[in-house]
């Protein structure tokens, strides 16, 4: 299982973005996404801060900011074809 995780706040209308894609990419794909809210926790908030949406891929930071469908799907049949 992949697991994608976004760090995110609230009010984040790039965070709602990444989220819709990459609910879209994996619908057909054994992942689990996962949203992080870095205001909970001050050691996120102080290292991502205003460099939101991160997008995490089993801990690797893959997208900043923006989420582009296409590389999301090739990272993740890459990762599904190395096991």
């Known amino acids: 299982m992949i697991t ?11 965070c709602d973005d990444a989220k819709e894609i990459i609910e879209q990419v994996i619908a057909e794909m054994p992942a689990e996404l996962k949203m992080t809210d870095i205001e ?12 939101i949406p991160v ?19 090739k990272k993740l049949e ?3 074809n190395s096991n």
């Open 78 to 80: 890459k990762l599904l």
């Open 4 to 14: 994608i995780e976004v760090m995110t706040k609230k009010d984040c209308c790039l």
């Open 55 to 73: 997008v995490l891929i089993n801990g690797e930071e893959s997208f900043v900011y923006k989420v582009h469908p296409i590389t999301l799907r």
């Open 40 to 51: 909970s926790d001050p050691g996120l908030f102080e290292r991502y801060q205003d460099k």
